[in-house]
Nanobody, 122 residues
């Protein structure tokens, strides 16, 4: 069974940067899009960014466009989220998944992993 492992989270000050990584344990879904969602305390999970299996095009939520960059490694089973100019409202647990479709309407393909916590605070 393919599993997803997210890493790279942590605590940063506003304006700081982080790079999240997501690695899949198998290649069964390499031809799917992949993406990131996040869930803040007391809020629903929300779309952040996605990338097609070929590495592009990419899609971003309005809240992160211009600050976050999603990228897919050549092995197709690893994606990254470069987060710049972080804001307190970016605080959330970030999850990755293979996606059926692209953008905010895409649906997850396999069970979610444990995610990685990002905290933006001074």
């Amino acid at each position: 069974q393919v599993q997803l492992v997210e890493s790279g989270g942590g605590q940063v000050q506003p304006g700081g940067s982080l790079r999240l990584s997501c690695e899949a344990s198998g290649r069964a879904y390499s031809d799917y899009s992949m993406g990131w969602v996040r869930q803040a305390p007391g809020k629903e999970r929300e779309f952040v960014a996605s990338v097609t299996f070929s590495g592009g095009p990419v899609y971003y939520a309005d809240a992160v466009r211009g600050r976050f960059v999603i990228a897919r490694a050549s092995d197709k089973d690893t994606i990254y989220l470069h987060m710049n100019n972080l804001r307190p409202e970016d605080t959330a647990v970030y999850y990755c998944n293979f996606l059926s479709g692209d953008g905010p309407t895409a649906r997850p393909v396999i069970p979610w992993g444990q995610g990685t916590q990002v905290t933006v605070s001074s």
